[in-house]
């Protein structure tokens, strides 16, 4: 099946400092990239939704000033989270839209492995 | 507004069966989507309902009635490592996932 691989897979960084977070599809061009934030014992909150060579489409709340979304190539978009502060302490999840060359094939979504950030 | 509606918790005994039920309302539909998540990992792929009726895979069974707008996954002969959260997920008209706020299964031995 289809991969995708996060990078960092966990960070901790100090108040008021960026972190930027990899997602990458291994083995399949992703036209669309998903950005989740999913806190202790909650579901998943979609932030974002990144196509590559354009700007991101973010959802009702999410300030796209300080999640700067990139998705400059078809396996590969990045999250910077900058200014972080504790609140931002969370779990982060990217996932990638096949459409149609495998597996279950038609719009699944896949995951990656998350990115745990906590800001001290 | 839309709404993805699934049970909280549910407790079940390994080796019995579990159903959790999805019931959801939103803009269009282009599929169901069932989801595993275990504690602190990203979620994983279980199954996908386009059309009415059943859809089996090993130990996992996942059903949909667009109509009542209706779903469930049906788990069969548990093992402890099915204790994790089962995400029911529609695509709606736009293409976009709507999430449900996960069903937390138990398994007792």
């Known amino acids: 099946g289809a991969v995708v691989s996060q990078h960092p897979s966990w960070v901790i960084c100090k108040s008021g400092t960026s972190v930027k977070i990899e997602c990458r599809s291994l083995d399949f061009q992703a036209t669309t990239m998903f950005w989740y934030r999913q806190f202790p014992k909650q579901s998943l909150m979609l932030m974002a939704t990144?196509?590559?060579?354009?700007?991101?489409?973010?959802e009702q709340g999410v300030e796209k000033d300080k999640f700067l979304i990139n998705h400059a190539s078809l396996t590969l978009s990045t999250l910077t989270v900058t200014s972080a502060h504790p609140e931002d302490s969370s779990f982060y999840i990217c996932?990638?839209?096949?459409f149609g060359t495998g597996g279950q094939g038609i719009y699944e979504q896949y995951f990656g492995p998350g990115t745990r950030l906590t800001v001290t | 507004g839309q709404n993805i509606d699934q049970p909280t918790e549910m407790t079940a005994t390994e080796g019995a069966i579990v159903q959790i039920n999805c019931t959801y309302q939103t803009s269009g539909f282009n599929g169901l989507f069932w989801y595993q998540q275990h504690a602190g990992e990203a979620p994983t792929f279980l199954s996908y309902?386009?059309l009415d009726g059943l859809e089996e895979k090993g130990r996992f069974s996942s059903f949909l009635s667009r109509s009542k707008g209706y779903s469930y996954l049906l788990l069969k002969e548990l093992q402890m490592k099915d204790s994790a959260s089962y995400l029911c997920a529609v695509m709606d008209s736009n293409y976009q996932l709507i999430w449900g706020a996960g069903t937390k299964l138990i398994i007792k031995p």
């Open positions: 990144s196509n590559e060579g354009s700007k991101a489409t973010y």
């Open positions: 309902n386009v």
């Open positions: 996932s990638a839209r096949d």
